[in-house]
């Protein structure tokens, strides 16, 4: 290869790579396709873990040029609606629900944060992608899904894991800008849901109102912010969710783009 570049984020579920190869065996067949797995591997240690998109050939007089680029394994749960039936599942926690859609395309799913209570009923709605499904409930429980290097499912907290060396300037750090934006933020955060209780099919049941409600310390101004709530709500799925509106807009809110030596934490 020629130039290579991989984009991992927390604000997508699935990487991408794109690299760029010149051609030294013209006579050949060129032998990568859209649908082949790709590894990508630097120091022999693992990037990334998934499928080739696209690739785009370019010619021009003796030289012959080939671009590829691909996504994680898990885009395929980005893209695709699910086949699973009956596609609702009642007293199913994230991750039970998560491995059965996820189980069709090869791809594990792995825990590592705590991804709350089960839900009273957990339904696909219908032209709604496996991701966008997943990605719903994960923000009612307040966790996040990203992908791992060998392309499974991964449900994480904000923060985890931490870097052994860190960013330190005057050793690791090539160069840094930062960003701080508070247009998005909130001096107060308030989840609004109801759950039913009690009633039947004649006399009906009552909608117990239901609030959780979180600060930001930094944000002087009375802006609020009123969230509903998605489905049956609890009093600790709401507190938790209000909690975690606040830290993840805080955290959007200050961006540090730093370059560093070299693509790995040495340890």
Excluded at 82 to 98: E, H, I, Q, Y
Excluded at 203 to 224: V, Y
Aim: proline share 3%; hydrophobic share 35%; aromatic share 8%.
């Amino acid at each position: 290869w020629t130039e290579v570049s991989v984009t991992k984020s927390l604000e997508s579920l699935c990487g991408r790579v794109r690299a760029t190869f010149t051609d030294r065996w013209p006579d050949e067949v060129w032998g990568i396709v859209p649908g082949d797995e790709i590894k990508v591997l630097v120091g022999g240690k693992r990037l990334m873990t998934g499928y080739v998109d696209r690739v785009a050939s370019d010619v021009a007089g003796d030289s012959h040029e080939i671009a590829i680029s691909g996504r994680d394994k898990t885009a395929d749960l980005v893209d695709s609606s699910s086949s699973v039936k009956p596609g609702s599942w009642k007293n199913r926690k994230l991750d039970a629900v998560a491995k059965i859609l996820a189980e069709p395309f090869g791809i594990k799913v792995r825990v590592l944060t705590d991804v709350g209570e089960a839900f009273d009923t957990f339904s696909i709605t219908a032209g709604e992608t496996i991701y966008e499904a997943l990605e719903e409930k994960a923000r009612q429980r307040a966790v996040l899904m990203n992908t791992d290097n060998d392309g499974n499912l991964v449900f994480i907290e904000v923060g985890t894991p931490v870097l052994t060396r860190g960013v330190e300037y005057g050793k690791n750090v090539l160069s840094a800008s930062t960003v701080y934006d508070h247009s998005n933020r909130f001096a107060f955060y308030t989840v609004k849901g109801q759950r039913s209780t009690g009633g039947d099919r004649w006399t009906g049941g009552t909608a117990t109102q239901i609030f959780g409600e979180a600060l930001d310390p930094l944000i002087t101004r009375p802006r609020e912010l009123i969230i509903k709530a998605e489905g049956q709500a609890t009093y600790s799925s709401s507190q938790k969710r209000a909690q975690w509106e606040a830290v993840n807009r805080a955290g959007k809110s200050e961006i540090v783009d730093v370059i560093v030596q070299g693509w790995r934490d040495p340890n």
